[in-house]
């Protein structure tokens, strides 16, 4: 099974501590519906902007938002990025805190890739060798673990995932469930919005439910250059 090396500092405990505080305090906290709805709005037009953006899509956070509003039938390659994503992250809302299997993550990468590849590699285990290039750059930075591989490393990270969740902080398990499917990378194209989707998902099994009030996405993109790394 997976056994990744890590170092929990100080600050990083300290850091766990507050999180847990702070999860704790907000599901206790009763928002008004309207606010509600509108931390929701943001939170959906922040994460599908953001996770978009970190792979390329040059669409501004105002077209995001204009595109969620309006969801037109004909839209260019950009556009369906953002609205496959956006339609993505709605239905995962409503099945959060489902268990995470290698089925859900082929139907996300579905969501996700929907009119963006050929149909034999939407929702399927990628079948040829792939490497990772910058998408700001194009430089490559990363290759990933042979095709013929794949499968039974996803089995292996999903039954570490199933056994550590009682035991791991939520945090330091999203995170390496995180760092550990980008590396595998199964699918063609889409991996890094699969594991951000999926990741959410973890998390809010694991107890910290970040749907309706923040946005992940938006902290990677924020700090891009150290989520690359």
């Not at 959906?44 to 039938?73: F, Y």
């Not at 839209?75 to 290698?102: F, H, I, K």
């Amino acid at each position: 099974m997976l056994q990744p090396t890590y170092h929990i500092s100080p600050t990083l405990l300290a850091t766990l501590k507050q999180i847990t505080l702070l999860v704790h305090q907000l599901n206790k906290h009763p928002f008004p519906q309207v606010i509600l709805a509108q931390l929701q709005t943001e939170a959906q037009a922040l994460s599908t902007h953001a996770s978009t953006s970190i792979e390329g899509n040059p669409l501004p956070l105002t077209e995001v938002r204009r595109l969620l509003k309006q969801q037109p039938e004909q839209v260019n390659q950009s556009e369906r990025e953002v609205l496959n994503y956006n339609r993505a992250l709605l239905l995962l809302r409503e099945q959060a805190a489902q268990p995470l299997t290698q089925a859900l993550l082929l139907q996300i990468h579905q969501q996700v890739m929907t009119g963006l590849l050929p149909a034999h590699q939407v929702g399927h285990i990628r079948q040829e060798p792939v490497v990772i290039r910058n998408p700001r750059t194009q430089e490559i930075i990363f290759l990933p673990p042979d095709h013929g591989d794949v499968p039974a490393l996803m089995d292996d990270l999903l039954r570490f995932v199933e056994s550590n969740r009682a035991v791991l902080d939520p945090v330091i398990l999203a995170g390496l469930f995180h760092k550990q499917l980008v590396i595998i990378h199964p699918f063609m194209d889409g991996n890094g919005r699969t594991t951000r989707l999926a990741t959410n998902v973890l998390l809010a099994r694991l107890g910290v439910d970040t749907f309706d009030l923040f946005s992940f996405e938006n902290y990677y993109h924020q700090n891009v250059s150290r989520y690359f790394q």
